[in-house]
């Protein structure tokens, strides 16, 4: 993280916002609560990020015709264009953090931190539901 955040730091963009740049990247016009899940986290998090990154410039905040209750993200065109410039210095950093290891141990970490994290999430799944249930 830190690695990568020194890079990230001439381009004004934190570690925080790179995630959200990432998410948005990909799926541009999330709602801030769909942000916050795909991110992993609280919404008062989200809320603040967006605000600084609206700010910034690399954002807009809009709702959809019809639509008043939810806030959708946009990237501008200076948050887009962001990705070709942020993007080969995260690969930067994968490629230092990976030096000398053999592709199969490369792999096998990978593979184990994926499971992690999916290990994580189905626990947090079930838990919310056995409070969904508790409340029923």
Same mark, same amino acid.
């Given at each position: 993280?830190?690695?990568?955040?020194?890079?990230?730091?001439?381009?004004?963009?934190?570690?925080?916002?790179?995630?959200?740049? *990432?998410?948005?990247?990909?799926?541009?016009?999330?709602?801030?609560?769909?942000?916050?899940?795909?991110?992993? +986290?609280?919404?008062?998090?989200?809320?603040?990020? +967006?605000?600084?990154?609206e700010r910034m410039g690399f954002i807009e905040r809009r709702h959809l015709p019809g639509?008043?209750?939810?806030?959708?993200?946009? /990237?501008?065109?200076?948050? *887009?264009?962001?990705?070709?410039?942020l993007v080969p210095l995260a690969e930067e950093v994968n490629e230092i953090s990976a030096?000398?290891?053999?592709? *199969?141990?490369?792999?096998?970490?990978?593979?184990?931190?994926? *499971?992690?994290i999916e290990n994580l999430a189905h626990e947090e799944e079930t838990r919310a539901t /056995?409070?969904?249930?508790?409340?029923?």
């Open positions: 993280m830190r690695a990568l955040q020194y890079r990230l730091s001439p381009f004004g963009v934190s570690f925080g916002h790179w995630t959200f740049l *990432r998410i948005l990247w990909i799926r541009d016009g999330l709602t801030q609560k769909e942000l916050s899940d795909l991110a992993g +986290v609280m919404e008062p998090t989200t809320f603040s990020a +967006v605000k600084a990154m639509n008043k209750k939810n806030m959708h993200v946009y /990237l501008t065109d200076a948050g *887009r264009s962001l990705e070709h410039v030096d000398g290891l053999p592709d *199969r141990t490369l792999s096998l970490v990978r593979n184990a931190l994926v *499971r992690m /056995l409070v969904g249930d508790a409340g029923d």
